[in-house]
Each structure stands twice: as C-alpha cells, then as structure tokens.
T-cell receptor, first 114, second 116 residues
Framework: EAGVTQSPTHLIKTRGQQATLRCSPI?????VYWYQQALGLGLQFLLW???????NRGNFPPRFSGRQFPNYSSELNVNALELEDSALYLC?????????????FGPGTRLTVL | AQKVTQAQTEISVVEKEDVTLDCVYE???????LFWYKQPPSGELVFLIR??????QNEISGRYSWNFQKSTSSFNFTITASQVVDSAVYFC?????????????FGSGTKLNVKP
C-alpha cells in the first residue's frame, strides 16, 4: 500500500513569489493535514482538510491557503513568500478523527525562499 | 504558552545505554490524546504510540516504554538498551477534544544521538 506522497521534494523560490505544494493521502484516508517544520521550531499545525472542506487552521496568516480535491489529494499554497517561510512542509493523512487514529506522514517538501 | 514541552533539545548516549525523553503537556480538556513520533534523518515521521487521557497504564513495546502520569502532566518515553538506529528526532504531541482531536500540538522535539 502506497504511503503519503508529496511533491516536489525540494522547491526554491524568491521573496514575493508563490509556492504550491502537493500531497496525496493514503488510499481511503479522507483527512489531510499540513504542518510547517521550521528549523528548531518543531512542527506547527497549518491546516486540516476533510471531505473537501477546510476544517481547522493554525495561527498562520491568510497567505497560507490550500484546498482538497475530490480524490482527497491536497494543495498548499503560500503567497507572497517571505524568507521565514523557508521550512520543511509535512503532509499527513488519517482516516478521519485523527485523535482516534494516527496520522501518517509524507516525506515532506523542503521550501527554500531566497 | 507551549502546550507540549520537550525540554531536552538534544541527548547523546552510547549504544546499550537506557535513555528517557521527557514530555510535559498542558491542557484544560479532560479528554485528550498524547502521541510520540520518531523522525529519522530521512525526514518522514513515524508513529510510535497513541495514549488517551483515560488510560494511565504504562506501556511497553520491545525496547520502548512509556510512562503516562496525569498528576504531573507528563508522558515520558524510555528506550532501553539504545541502538544506533534509534538516532532520530522524537516528537511528543497532543490533540484535544475541543478541536475534535484534529489539531495536533507538537513539542519542539528531542534529538537523540546514539553513538556506537
């Protein structure tokens, strides 16, 4: 069974540009979560999508947005990139109620903003 | 305030030593879940354990054991007879009923170096 996949592996952008990150959940999982892992800051919760809807978001500005498609894959968009957006972005999927089942993580996309 | 605190930023041990990773959490909910994840150098987080707030029994899985104490709001993780392959960053996480358990709060992680 394929795990959570993310693309691209690495992404290099300059300040002010937009970045699009993609995530495909494990087959059968309807929930997708996005996290930002900046150096030394651990994982910060970004967004949660379930059944195509944004269900919850962390303390991030509106320029962090995304969507979930009918096949449950998801995109994370970061507009007006800033240097401090450089981080590893992790996507996770779960069957639904994450607290009652674990989240399965992808390998991440490393975003570098120059 | 940090909901999950992992005070140990980095720990180095020699193979076969036992090591305990500390995790202290903060919540007002009576129902919550606690997790431990391992992040090897490859970057992909690996789920280790989930514990709900009503189950304070300690758990042992091979060389891994977890000590959950609600009285001190701690959920510590012990690796017995550590091995080089245990070298990774370990994260403790919390999810709360108020968020329907769908918002995870992660600690900042503890980097474990196991030297041969």
């Amino acid at each position: 069974e394929a795990g959570v996949t993310q693309s691209p592996t690495h992404l290099i952008k300059t300040r002010g540009q937009q970045a699009t990150l993609r995530c495909s959940p494990i087959s059968g999982h309807t929930s997708v979560y996005w996290y930002q892992q900046a150096l030394g800051l651990g994982l910060q919760f970004l967004l949660w999508y379930d059944e195509g809807e944004e269900r919850n978001r962390g303390n991030f500005p509106p320029r962090f947005s995304g969507r979930q498609f009918p096949n449950y894959s998801s995109e994370l968009n970061v507009n007006a990139l800033e240097l401090e957006d450089s981080a590893l972005y992790l996507c996770a999927s779960s069957l639904g109620l994450a607290g009652s089942s674990e989240q399965f993580f992808g390998p991440g996309t490393r975003l570098t903003v120059l | 305030a940090q909901k999950v605190t992992q005070a140990q930023t980095e720990i180095s041990v020699v193979e076969k030593e036992d090591v305990t990773l500390d995790c202290v959490y903060e919540t007002r909910d009576t129902t919550y879940y606690l997790f431990w994840y391992k992040q090897p150098p490859s970057g992909e987080l690996v789920f280790l354990i989930r514990r709900n707030s009503f189950d304070e029994q300690n758990e042992i899985s091979g060389r891994y054991s977890w000590n959950f104490q609600k009285s001190t709001s701690s959920f510590n993780f012990t690796i017995t007879a550590s091995q080089v392959v245990d070298s990774a960053v370990y994260f403790c996480a919390l999810s709360e009923a108020r968020d329907n358990f769908n918002k995870f709060y992660f600690g900042s992680g503890t980097k474990l170096n196991v030297k041969p």
